[in-house]
């Protein structure tokens, strides 16, 4: 329980972060408001299309009676919008950071500035980091579209479908969410996806304090975009803890060692 609250903390530092420098904050808005504008399309058009979409896909229903046909299609349309709208909300983020790769680059070699240390750069050409970006959350999307398939099925199960499954969805957006956002800072420090997930995987706990909170603010309208920049800073603080070495306790007295001689 306690890595929930320190994970819950970095989102507040990083928030604390971006509003001491407000010209970053600025900065880091422009990616969010035009990934903004694509999504709210998408969804508002999934909105308008989602009942003919179920509509043509459960044609054997057409001569069910009342009101069976429709409270299925009424269950199966609002489904469709909630998997569109799970969809939108983890992909934002991998959305965002590609198209603001410059923006959040910057950002996060700025907090690590800041707050003092090393401050690594990957050293790769801007179409390279771009690349590699792109073929990452490609892969994250597989992952994370295989799980919404399984919940998706999951949410037909009474009961269990209408309250487990979806904190099993929240929680997986927010693992998946963390892990796009620390991967700004990560990739600096020349981390590449399989070794970013082993290093999330060991600390569950302290990165879902981090993601599930995000991802439930992420749901509100036009809140993604503006906690977006902090939530970058937020990352990179938390993925400078996740690096560091362990601190050593100076008060502790070194053991003897077992091939030591007794000078006395």
């Known amino acids: 329980m306690r890595d929930l609250g320190a994970g819950f903390s970095y989102l507040i530092k990083g928030q604390r972060w971006v509003a001491r420098h407000g010209r970053w904050f600025g900065f880091g808005l422009i990616p969010g408001l035009i990934t903004l504008v694509v999504y709210a399309g998408a969804l508002i058009?999934?909105?308008?299309?989602?009942?003919?979409?179920?509509?043509?896909?459960?044609?054997?229903?057409d001569d069910w009676s009342s009101p069976w046909l429709g409270l299925l299609r009424t269950t199966l349309t609002v489904l469709v919008f909630a998997l569109g709208l799970f969809l939108a909300v983890v992909t934002f983020t991998a959305v965002t950071?590609?198209?603001?790769?410059?923006?959040?680059?910057?950002?996060?070699?700025?907090?690590?500035?800041?707050?003092?240390?090393?401050?690594?750069?990957?050293?790769?050409?801007?179409?390279r980091e771009l690349w590699i970006s792109a073929r990452d959350s490609i892969r994250i999307l597989v992952r994370v579209t295989l799980y919404a398939v399984l919940l998706f099925a999951l949410g037909f199960i009474p009961v269990v479908g209408q309250t487990v499954v979806p904190v099993i969805g929240f929680c997986v957006t927010g693992y998946f969410l963390t892990e796009e956002l620390t991967a700004v800072a990560l990739q600096r420090r020349g981390m590449v996806l399989a070794d970013r997930l082993v290093l999330l995987r060991g600390r569950r706990m302290l990165i879902l304090g981090f993601g599930v909170p995000l991802g439930l603010a992420f749901l509100v309208p036009f809140v993604?975009?503006?906690?977006?920049?902090?939530?970058v800073a937020g990352a990179t603080l938390l993925a400078r803890d996740l690096v560091a070495p362990p601190?050593?306790?100076?008060?502790?007295?070194p053991s003897p060692s077992p091939y030591s001689v007794n000078t006395d």
């Open 45 to 61: 058009g999934l909105g308008y299309g989602a009942d003919d979409l179920v509509a043509w896909a459960t044609p054997f229903a």
């Open 247 to 253: 601190a050593e306790d100076e008060d502790a007295s």
């Open 224 to 231: 993604a975009v503006f906690l977006m920049p902090g939530a």
């Open 97 to 127: 950071l590609l198209v603001g790769q410059p923006f959040y680059e910057s950002l996060s070699e700025e907090v690590d500035r800041t707050e003092g240390g090393e401050v690594p750069e990957s050293g790769l050409p801007l179409w």
